[in-house]
């Protein structure tokens, strides 16, 4: 099921950057919805914006901005790309989904998780040490064990986190990556059920 709905988000996006050439603004789990056919589909599009645009504005929530969208603390005087921001927010969903929780903790919580400041400079220094790190901090926090998530699904991840937006991949590069290529295209009846114990579905039209 995770599998299905991170490819459906990710086709999602595609549709809207390459066909109606514009950036959701505000990618997380809480701006998605399934229709009764069982396909997943983004809501709100209240912060959308040119896909191909350099703005200076905020945009999105903050859990899932990355570093180089300007938060509350820091003005709105830098140019950045839409397209890139949408990467990193396109990878703390999918982070999400993977382990029902967002991806860093907030200042001043104690636990061991990453904060995201401290995940982007650890990760500027050395990607594999960080890398590890990371998620055997997720997997102790969340009682989850490696076997749970592949290597496929994990350096995806990561790959969208990366703090330098131009090392980013690209969202044809997200599709055609073995993970996602290897979900599901259609709601098998195993994906259903699993739907039904989880949310409650809109009736089908009559």
Known sequence: ??????????????????VDKIAHGDVKPDNTMITHDYRLVL?????????KQ????????????GPEVPDETRDENEY?????????ALGCTLFTIMFQNIP???????????????????????????YQQFYQTHYTYFNQTEEVHS???LSLVMSLLHPNPILRPRLNEVYSHPWIQSASEVPTQKIIEEMKDLIKLPSPPE
Do not use: M, W
């Not at 209240?46 to 896909?51: C, F, I, L, N």
């Not at 350099?54 to 901005?65: D, E, F, N, S, V």
């Not at 950045?80 to 990193?88: D, F, T």
């Open 104 to 130: 860093f903790k907030n200042e001043g919580e104690k636990d061991k998780r990453f904060t995201a400041k401290a995940f982007h400079d650890a990760y500027k220094i050395n990607l594999a040490d960080t």
């Open 151 to 153: 290597h496929d699904e």
């Open 80 to 88: 950045y790309a839409v397209e890139r921001a949408e990467l990193y």
């Open 43 to 51: 809501i709100d599009f209240g912060h959308s914006e040119k896909v």
């Open 1 to 18: 099921l995770q599998k299905y709905l991170c490819r459906q988000i990710v086709e999602a996006l595609i549709y809207l950057h390459q």
């Open 54 to 65: 350099l703005i200076k504005h905020r945009i999105g929530t903050p859990a899932y901005r």
